[in-house]
Nanobody, 117 residues
Framework: QGQLVESGGGLVQPGGSLSLSCAAS????????MGWYRRAPGKQREMVGN???????TYADSVKGRFTISRDNAKNMVYLQMTNLKPDDTAIYYC???????????WGQGTQVTVSS
C-alpha cells in the first residue's frame, strides 16, 4: 500500500506565494505520474497539474505561469510552488500518485490553502 502526506498549506495574502510538499511512500516512485488536485468550497475537485515519469509538466489553464510542479525521485517527493496567489486559489490541495500500467492510484489527505487579506 502507498501513502502520500502533504504539508505546507496555510493562510496567505493575495499576490503572495506558498509551497506545498508531498512525501510519497510508494514503490517505484519514479514511475508514477505525480499530480496536485484541489477542491474549492462548493466546487468539484479539479486537477492543478502533474509531472510524469519523464518530467513532463502539465498545468490547468487557471494556474499556468503561476504554479510550478517539481519532483525529486531520490527523495520520493513532489512539490507545488504557487506564486501570485488569488482568492480563487483557496481550496484543499491534494497530492496524487498514479501508475498507468496497473491503474494504481493513491491520494493524500489534503492540505488547506487559504488566500485572503
Amino acid at each position: 500500500q502507498g501513502q502520500l502526506v502533504e504539508s505546507g498549506g496555510g493562510l496567505v495574502q493575495p499576490g503572495g506565494s506558498l509551497s506545498l510538499s508531498c512525501a510519497a511512500s510508494v514503490r517505484s516512485f519514479a514511475a508514477y505520474i505525480m499530480g496536485w488536485y484541489r477542491r474549492a468550497p462548493g466546487k468539484q475537485r479539479e486537477m492543478v497539474g502533474n509531472v510524469n515519469a519523464d518530467g513532463l509538466e502539465t498545468y490547468a489553464d487557471s494556474v499556468k505561469g503561476r504554479f510550478t510542479i517539481s519532483r525529486d525521485n531520490a527523495k520520493n517527493m513532489v512539490y507545488l510552488q504557487m506564486t501570485n496567489l488569488k482568492p480563487d486559489d483557496t481550496a484543499i490541495y491534494y497530492c496524487n500518485a498514479y501508475y498507468p500500467p496497473l491503474r494504481k492510484e493513491y491520494w493524500g489527505q489534503g492540505t488547506q490553502v487559504t488566500v485572503s487579506s
